[in-house]
């Protein structure tokens, strides 16, 4: 299969990339920069148009969207047109392109937001945050544009450990913190967690099989509290580690503080601070679908912000 990687050169799309090749198919890359070894296209996902996208699809048969904002973007006022921009219109032109030129199958990376969405529509986490709503509606406009006859399979990725070479890790900042002996605080909740090789595994097995469906993908669930002993464990800290609880009120505090800042500099975040501490103190658990080692991915993430500074 000859498959075009939407971001290959990133975090996770290039793993995305590598599983391709040990699987013995054929990748090829957009991305804004070059990497050199790829079968490369330089180009910006956001500003290609459909007939654009139809040429440099012509020939493959799937297509991997690794490309888009996340929730950290912090864009200015209004966000819902920023992630509109972003996550929706560039995948509405590529699968109709797809779709066109006769692509046979396609995946998406997505937010686990969408899967929490699912399971707790009492959060109403697509009518507050405007993020989570780009990543619903991008999957919506992603199958209308590539109709009954191209299956788009949407991976709901939780946070992600785990190094590519290159690149600094976005946990980098919070290294020097964990192995320190500075206090460490969790609130009460916790997350799901995958490895950046889950996620590519995953990929390639949509691709392969012909999924259509909303695909979570996660190595385990840890509470704010586990994941915080495991990470510093993984920097260094001196043991036993320990984790004093933050409080909600204290973490909506801080929150309101930092939803205030964006507003006077004219910003607005992708994940709405006033209803975020709801959201980051409750269970956002997904049914574990890999068995890669966390506890290792926390140490390639360690050792890779280390080298990177």
Not at 75 to 83: D, L, T
Not at 222 to 240: E, N, S
Not at 273 to 294: F, I, K, M, S, V
Request: proline content about 7%; aromatic content about 6%.
């Amino acid at each position: 299969m000859r498959v075009l990687v939407v971001g290959g050169t990133g975090f996770i799309g290039h793993h995305v990339v590598d599983r391709l090749t040990d699987g013995g198919h054929q990748a090829t890359v957009l991305a804004r920069s070059p990497r050199p070894g790829l079968d490369l296209v330089l180009g910006d996902a956001q500003r290609l148009t459909e007939d654009e996208w139809a040429r440099l699809l012509d020939g493959h048969q799937g297509v991997v969207f690794a490309a888009g904002a996340d929730d950290r973007t912090v864009p200015r006022r209004p966000a819902e047109a920023y992630f509109t921009e972003a996550n929706v219109e560039p995948v509405r032109r590529l699968l109709s392109a797809a779709r066109r030129v006769g692509v046979e199958q396609a995946v998406l990376h997505g937010s686990y937001f969408t899967a929490i969405h699912r399971q707790r529509p009492e959060l109403r986490l697509t009518d507050r945050h405007p993020y989570v709503r780009s990543r619903m509606l991008q999957a919506e406009a992603a199958r209308k544009a590539a109709g009954d006859a191209l299956p788009v399979a949407v991976l709901e990725i939780p946070f992600v450990f785990g190094a590519t070479p290159g690149r600094r890790p976005l946990w980098a900042p919070a290294v020097p913190w964990l192995a320190s002996r500075a206090p460490l605080l969790a609130p009460p909740g916790g997350t799901a967690a995958v490895t950046v090789r889950s996620v590519a595994t995953a990929t390639v097995d949509a691709l392969e099989r012909g999924l259509g469906t909303d695909l979570p993908v996660a190595d385990g669930n840890m509470t704010w509290r586990q994941l915080l002993i495991r990470f510093a464990a993984a920097a260094g800290r001196p043991y036993p580690v320990r984790v004093r609880r933050l409080p909600p009120s204290a973490l909506r505090a801080v929150l309101r503080g930092v939803g205030l800042g964006h507003r006077l500099r004219g910003l607005e975040g992708g994940l709405d601070t006033e209803h975020l501490a709801e959201l980051l103190c409750g269970e956002l658990y997904l049914e574990p679908t890999g068995r890669e080692d966390l506890d290792a991915a926390l140490r390639e993430t360690v050792a890779a912000s280390r080298a990177a500074a």
